[in-house]
């Protein structure tokens, strides 16, 4: 298995941008399709965007298509979700996951970092 450590949440006025960075060790980075889910207090695990091994595919949740972009640097084992025009709905703890399926079910993720927090504020 891969080991994952989020950074890069934080404190934004609605809005506004962040972005997450997901750094796994390991020497087999690019073999794992990579995603970001988040969980909001109270409510159940969501899937927000996953990348496919090499980076030529992308797949988003309706609720953050054309505002958030995932991308990955196979070179530096890090995966990123770039966060545009932020609502106070984002707020949530966000993760992300690898999964060794091409094109994976949440279930389907075997990896999970800890998590990074998120708070948009209106």
């Known amino acids: 298995q891969v080991q994952l450590v989020e950074s890069g949440g934080g404190l934004v006025q609605a809005g506004g941008s962040l972005r997450l960075s997901c750094a796994a060790s390991g020497r087999t980075f690019s073999s794992y399709t990579m995603g970001w889910f988040r969980q909001a207090p109270g409510k159940e695990r969501e899937f927000v965007a996953r990348?496919?091994?090499?980076?030529?595919?992308?797949y988003y949740a309706d609720s953050v298509k054309g505002r958030f972009t995932i991308s990955r640097d196979n070179a530096k084992n890090t995966v990123y979700l770039q966060m545009n025009s932020l609502k106070p709905e984002d707020t949530a703890v966000y993760y992300c996951?690898?999964?060794?399926?091409?094109?994976?079910?949440?279930?389907?993720?075997?990896?999970w970092g800890q998590g990074t927090q998120v708070t948009v504020s209106s």
């Open positions: 990348i496919s091994r090499i980076g030529g595919s992308t």
């Open positions: 996951g690898a999964s060794t399926v091409v094109a994976p079910r949440s279930y389907e993720y075997n990896s």
